[in-house]
């Protein structure tokens, strides 16, 4: 089972930026998709944005515009870019990955916190 591990979230200013990574222990090449989902406190886990293998993009309405998701085959990593952010895009960023086998795997999840 693939291993997944966040880095990169931290407090930041409104209308700051940070960038998320998400490692993965073995190989993304063969995923159907990773995501980035968040979960705020006293709310439901949300998705943020997806990637396919081929690296088609989804995005949540409210992150469109600001937010960029990325990944690199080569360092079995991805990535998540969040510009311009807002108080509400505070919680706990958690990747995830769907392997073409059937297989998912979560991460432990890293906290973003946007407040002056």
């Known amino acids: 089972q693939v291993q997944l591990v966040e880095s990169g979230g931290g407090l930041v200013q409104p209308g700051g930026s940070l960038r998320l990574s998400c490692a993965a222990s073995g190989s993304i090449a063969s995923m159907y998709g990773m995501a980035w989902h968040r979960q705020a406190l006293g709310k439901h886990r949300e998705l943020v944005a997806l990637i396919t293998g081929g690296g088609g993009t989804h995005y949540a309405d409210s992150v469109k515009g600001r937010f960029t998701i990325s990944k690199d085959n080569a360092k079995n990593t991805m990535y998540l870019q969040m510009n311009s952010l807002k108080s509400e895009d505070t919680a706990v960023y958690y990747c995830?990955?769907?392997?073409?086998?059937?297989?998912?795997?979560w991460g432990q999840g890293t906290q973003v916190t946007v407040s002056s």
């Open positions: 995830y990955i769907l392997l073409n086998g059937g297989s998912s795997s």
